[in-house]
């Protein structure tokens, strides 16, 4: 069920990045699509009743994990999420100290 | 115009994904589990095992600073170089603290203090457990760094030694590719696990696996407060 | 009586109806800082389908980076682009 809202995040997180013209609605938009595409990636590894892919003392002697590796991939992209959302914020503060507004329509006129 | 062109390549885009989907799932000739994937190797232990062939009881661990440890270390190299251009866009010689127009009292001040280092020592301790329970390096430099926003909120006039935290970054950084060279003289190739890996589930176990994870901690620690301490400081006019 | 599995099935029903909603508002809206908020309750929902989907690596790292640090950035942002050269 969850893979579906992923989809749909995936395609409103595209529809934004194509329509908005605010630089802070475009990077929203991106963390839009990124959840999206993270929610997306888990549910590949997932199927009903697999157990969390961690061994404690009380697992089972042949234990039904989900898949671990699309959980290790998301793990690294949103950390680089992080990233990649600080330095398209720092171009912004950039281009509103250069031209006073954050709306990309207006920026040529002066 | 512009918008129902956009509307039409989003639903492009969602029906394409639709249909690469068979049966609800996107690689359904493996079958529900994990066998036959290239997964199963990666959880071929059992608790208490003495000396596998991966230390970690968490599997996410043992993909991320163990089979993978090479990926891991090419990411930390594009979160250093994207807190490298946050600092180069936002910082200057000559800075002062933006003005939030918020003037904390002095409960405010003293109480923060005491909370900085509860919200610090979760970080560390999310940081050390990263190879027994959920959480690692990513999740635990992050606490670390949220605490120091939170001093950088409670306070107005705060500002953290980022020279310091530099230092911190890079001997963190030189350790990891020291250790991985380390794995090229003590074992086969680099990065390879030279030490023995204990029982699966004791807190030292799991060979070079905890060092790392401790090592990445403190990097994204100290860069994501470095991206903190520049977004929160403006250049002087 | 519902079941676990019964209960999962709804609580994902719940959560994937309220993060269209929201990624809708967020991008909608607007109010620069009512997208971000929007877009901070996103990040906290997927946390929810991110446990629900037996991920809790991920879940602890999308709820300190996700939904705190990158919220925070956003605030921050809008508050120094609010002072210098208004028009």
Known sequence: ???????????????????????????????????????????????????????????????????PLPQALVLTAIVIGVGTTALGLALARKIYQKYGTLNLDEMGEN | MKNFLALLAALGLGVL??????????????????????SEEYGDREYGEENPASGPANIVTSIVADFRSFDTLGEITVLFVSSLGVALLLGGTKQKRLDLGFHPNFMLRIGSKALFGIILMTGVYVTIHGHLTPGGGFPGGAMI???????????????????????????????????????????????ENFLNNGVVGDLLSAGIIPLIY???????????????????????? | MLDNIEVLQVLEIVIAVFMVVLAFLAINSKSL??????????????????????????????AVIGSGLVTSLFVFTLLATKKVGVK
């Open chain 2, 17 to 38: 994904i639709i249909l690469s989907l068979q049966n609800n799932t996107l690689f359904n000739e493996y079958g529900e589990d994990v066998t036959g994937r290239d």
């Open chain 2, 145 to 191: 760094a949220s605490s120091m926003l939170l001093l950088y909120l409670a306070d107005d006039t705060f500002r953290a030694k980022i020279k310091g935290f530099k230092i911190l970054e890079s001997v963190a950084g030189s350790l990891y590719v020291l250790i991985g060279i380390a794995g090229l003289f003590f074992a086969d190739y680099f990065l």
């Open chain 3, 33 to 62: 800082i009512k997208a971000v908020m929007f877009l901070s309750a996103l990040s906290m929902l997927s946390v929810i389908g991110f446990v629900v989907m037996q991920a809790p690596d991920v879940a602890v790292t999308e």
């Open chain 1, 1 to 67: 069920m969850l893979q579906f809202a992923a989809i749909i995040l995936l395609m409103l997180g595209l529809y934004g990045l194509l329509t908005q013209r605010n630089v802070i609605k475009i990077i929203i938009s991106l963390n839009i699509l990124e959840i999206g595409l993270n929610l997306f990636i888990i549910s590949v590894g997932y199927f009903e009743g697999g157990l969390a892919p961690i061994f404690t003392s009380e697992t089972p002697a042949n234990p039904n994990f989900v898949d």
């Open chain 2, 214 to 237: 401790v090592l990445i901690g403190l990097k994204v620690g100290s860069e994501i407060s470095g991206v903190i301490d520049n977004f929160l400081t403006e250049e002087v006019v």
